[in-house]
């Protein structure tokens, strides 16, 4: 028995799915820069309220970077000075709480990544 099956249309969708993945990353590059400074001048804004750890929001930064289909941010603190006194604000140590939810930035702009991201995947498809 002879079974032939016809595989162009595989790899034609195949083909499509490819560009549409360099598509959306292309996409997606200004959705996570904006998202990233969203996170920074939120977290700066959160760790300022602390009459402590004023001084630590000048040393949140973050980097962004794009390869091939993959676009990513890392928010967080900086190598400065303060970069001690921003993990125990975070953290705490063996004597003192932590005094700032380090995350909460991000949890806030979650919804608004996962929007665009979601818009920038359907379009990419159509």
């Known amino acids: 028995m002879d079974v032939r099956i016809d595989t162009s249309q595989v790899d034609k969708l195949a083909i499509d ?7 959306a990353t292309l996409d997606a590059i200004p959705v996570i820069s904006k998202a990233a400074v969203n996170i920074k001048k939120g977290m700066q804004a959160d760790v300022s309220r602390s009459p402590h750890f004023k001084a630590v929001a000048r040393d949140i930064r973050y980097d962004q970077r794009a ?44 919804p608004n990544i996962e929007k665009y991201l979601g818009e920038i995947g359907v379009k990419s498809l159509e």
Request: net charge positive.
């Open 67 to 110: 390869l091939a289909v993959v676009v990513y941010a890392e928010v967080g603190r900086g190598l400065g000075h303060q970069g001690g006194l921003a993990w125990n604000a975070a953290f705490g140590d063996s004597t003192h709480p932590s005094v700032w939810d380090h995350t909460a930035a991000l949890h806030r702009e979650l």
């Open 17 to 23: 799915l490819g560009k549409a993945g360099r598509r």
